[in-house]
């Protein structure tokens, strides 16, 4: 019997540290010997300072109209647009968002991805439909094309979702590229180097991998990460990077050891998607071994979140859109993503 005990009291030992070492972020002399900096403590704009796109919903009207109107503001400082102009000037994901972000002294959160000619492009989703009323995919259009498709072309200011272009809605849809450029005042998908080269340094920024299937790695996944790579490398700025993908942070990891990384996660039900569920639980750590672990505000109080906060990796909260939200998620995070409200440093 005290055999079976002491052989069982050695089991979960061995069991709780092979738990503790898949969750652990990555080690403190494994930072200082790549001389890896850290993610500056500032407040990080979601999409860039944006007055069309992303959490402007009737949800958030009370404290959303101030930053439209930040956002408009430093639009124009940056040189964007005209005081009477009707429309967006700053949608999200656009240059004129991120040079706002910047007019602003904020730093910038922004996703990338790949177009059908293999340009790295700043997108969130996989399509056009929420931000420029166009279903069709990002991954089927070349960036000469993008450049002729208006964010939020007949969207006034503050709008969260674009209208529809007409044939959107018929299958297969009928929307097709314009041969020509709009006229006047817009905003278009942009290239990643464009957006380094209006930034040029002055706010630190949150780059994020997009993938179309998080299950596989293919030639466009490594495409992806090689070209950014190879772009965000030449740059003179301060930047980190993160994704949802465990498998695009281990290739940082083995590739760019010297650049900080972050592994994206949040807590969803085990039904919805295990491996969601697991990325939540931060069980992928070992693949990725994070210098930040970017997690949905909502949990900030999450037990392997603050496990692996006192194992010394950074917390980023995204993304809050109320003051009551950043308040009540700084007990819990180091940095913050915000957008639709005006922080108050």
Request: glycine letters at 8%; charged letters at 20%; aromatic letters at 10%.
């Amino acid at each position: 019997m005290a055999n079976a005990l002491k052989k069982a009291l050695i089991g979960g030992a061995v069991a709780a540290g092979l738990g503790v070492w898949a969750v652990a972020p990555r080690t403190f002399n494994n930072k200082r010997k790549n001389y890896v900096p850290t993610l500056p403590d500032v407040l990080y704009a979601h999409r860039g300072l944006h007055d069309a796109g992303s959490g402007l919903s009737q949800q958030h009207a009370g404290e959303s109209g101030e930053y439209i109107a930040l956002a408009r503001r430093m639009a124009l400082r940056a040189g964007y647009g005209s005081i009477d102009e009707p429309g967006p000037l700053a949608p999200e994901n656009s240059l004129a968002a991120f040079a706002a972000a910047a007019e602003a002294g904020y730093g910038i959160e922004l996703d990338v991805q790949l177009t059908l000619d293999n340009k790295v492009v700043v997108a969130h989703d996989p399509d056009l439909l929420r931000v420029a009323g166009d279903p069709r995919n990002i991954r089927d259009l070349t960036y000469d094309e993008l450049v002729r498709i208006p964010l939020f072309p007949t969207a006034a200011p503050g709008a969260e979702v674009s209208p529809l272009l007409p044939g959107a809605t018929e299958n297969p849809p009928l929307v097709t590229t314009p041969s020509q450029a709009p006229t006047g005042y817009y905003q278009h998908v942009p290239l990643l180097e464009d957006v380094l080269r209006v930034v040029d340094g002055r706010v630190p920024i949150i780059v994020e991998f997009k993938f179309e299937n998080y299950r596989t790695w293919d030639d466009r996944d490594e495409e992806l990460m090689q070209t950014a790579a190879d772009l965000l490398d030449a740059y003179q700025g301060l930047y980190v990077v993160e994704s949802f993908n465990p498998a695009a942070m281990n290739w940082y990891k083995r590739e760019h050891p010297d650049v900080c990384r972050g592994q994206l996660a949040e807590d969803t039900a085990f039904t919805a998607n295990p491996m969601l569920w697991m990325g939540g639980k931060l069980m992928f750590n070992e693949i990725s071994r994070p210098d930040f672990v970017a997690y949905d505000f909502k949990n900030g109080d999450g037990a392997m979140l603050r496990f692996v906060r006192r194992m010394g990796a950074m917390a980023v909260a995204w993304t809050v859109r109320t003051s009551d939200e950043l308040a009540g998620a700084q007990p819990y995070f180091d940095r913050f993503i915000f957008e639709a409200f005006v922080p108050k440093q």
